[in-house]
């Protein structure tokens, strides 16, 4: 299936800095999400965005959904080491549902 | 958030033998599950789409006869890997997609994965 361009592919920061990531696609979306997967485990929804140009943020976790529906960024400040793992966005319209390749992010204490 | 389980977590078995994996929305209904493989060090690759009393949906290059799905209630599917072989070793993971997530829009939670060693 279809896979979003994410980027960066990974990222190495100092504990304290802040992250930038996002989201490109040549196709429009109804929806963007982004998710947290940690080793082993499924991902976890982190934000959900339903309407271009939408910013929301979920505590140190901000994310906007494109004007033009096609690409979404997300944005962590002030990382700490539990933000280490892999971040993916989402792009959902109807019943199709498309992954990012995906962000790896190691936080440097 | 919504929780959607699976079980089993992870999974030995030898070669030859068939193993079920049980993807269940615990708090809402979902009439659409995906099931997805993961690599490591990869994104999530869908490998079909479960529809609630219809035949699941495979993607290119998936056989649906080796990926057993089935979406028998709007709480429940399962993938069934036929006749296991060390190259189906995995991560695999469901998510369900619950159509009146947050403001009655649609939102998609995944399972926790389930870890598959075939030996």
């Known amino acids: 299936g279809q896979q979003l361009n994410q980027s960066p592919q990974s990222m190495f920061i100092q504990e304290g800095e802040d992250v930038s990531m996002n989201c490109t696609s040549s196709?429009?979306?109804?929806?963007w999400l982004w998710y947290k997967q940690d080793p082993g485990e499924g991902p976890v929804l982190l934000i959900a965005l339903y309407k271009a140009g939408e910013l929301t943020s979920n505590g140190r976790l901000t994310a906007q959904f494109g004007i033009t529906r096609k690409d979404s960024f997300l944005n962590i400040s002030a990382s700490i080491p539990s933000d280490v793992g892999i971040y993916f966005c989402a792009g959902q319209t109807g019943n199709q549902f498309y992954f990012g390749t995906g962000t790896s992010l190691t936080v440097i204490p | 958030g919504a929780v959607v389980s699976q079980h089993p977590s992870w999974v030995i078995c030898k070669s030859g033998t068939s193993v079920k994996i049980e993807c269940r929305s615990l708090d809402f209904q979902a009439t659409t599950m995906f099931w997805y493989r993961q690599f490591p060090k990869q994104s999530l690759m869908l490998m079909a789409t479960s529809n609630e009393g219809s035949k699941a949906t495979y993607e290119q290059g998936v056989e649906k006869d080796k990926f057993l799905i089935n979406h028998a209630s709007l709480t429940l599917s399962t993938l069934t890997v036929t006749s296991a072989h060390p190259e189906d070793s995995s991560f695999y993971i469901c998510s369900a997609r619950d159509p009146g997530g947050a403001g009655g829009l649609a939102t998609q939670y995944f399972g926790p994965g389930t870890r598959l060693l075939v030996l």
């Open positions: 196709s429009i979306f109804n929806t």
